[in-house]
C-alpha cells in the first residue's frame, strides 16, 4: 500500500516562511502527480499548488506570488515553501499523490491522502 506523511506545520507570525513536506511510500510504480491542499474548521479542502513529475505546476491564483511547490521524484517527495504568510493561510495542510502501484495484486493508480500537517499563523 501507499503512504503520505506531512511534515513542517507549526506556528508562525504574520511576515514568516515556512516549507512543508510531504514523503510517499509504499509500493509505487510511478509518481504522476503531487499536490497540495488546505482546510479551515466547517469549510470544504481546496486545492494550494499542484506539480507533475516532469514538473509541471499549477497554483491557486491568490497564492501563486507567496507559494511555490517543488518536487523530488527520486525521493517521492514534494515541499511547498511559503512565504510571507497572513493569519489566513491558517489551516490543515494536506498533500496527496496521483499515483501508480501494486495493490492487492494488480497495478492500481489512485489517489492517495496523508493525515495533513496543521499551519497557524498568529501574532
Known amino acids: 500500500q501507499v503512504q503520505l506523511v506531512e511534515s513542517g506545520g507549526t506556528s508562525v507570525q504574520p511576515g514568516d516562511s515556512l516549507t512543508l513536506s510531504c514523503v510517499a511510500s509504499g509500493n509505487i510504480l510511478h509518481l504522476n502527480a503531487m499536490n497540495w491542499y488546505r482546510q479551515t474548521p466547517g469549510k470544504p479542502r481546496v486545492p494550494v499548488a499542484g506539480?507533475?513529475?516532469?514538473?509541471?505546476?499549477n497554483y491557486t491564483l491568490s497564492l501563486k506570488d507567496r507559494f511555490t511547490i517543488s518536487i523530488d521524484t527520486a525521493k517521492k517527495e514534494v515541499n511547498l515553501q511559503m512565504k510571507n504568510l497572513r493569519p489566513d493561510d491558517t489551516a490543515m495542510y494536506y498533500c496527496?499523490?496521483?499515483?501508480?502501484?501494486?495493490?492487492?495484486?494488480?497495478?492500481?493508480?489512485?489517489?492517495?491522502w496523508g493525515q495533513g500537517t496543521p499551519v497557524t499563523v498568529s501574532s
Open positions: 506539480i507533475t513529475a516532469d514538473g509541471t505546476t
Open positions: 496527496n499523490a496521483d499515483c501508480t502501484y501494486w495493490g492487492d495484486h494488480v497495478i492500481t493508480r489512485n489517489i492517495i
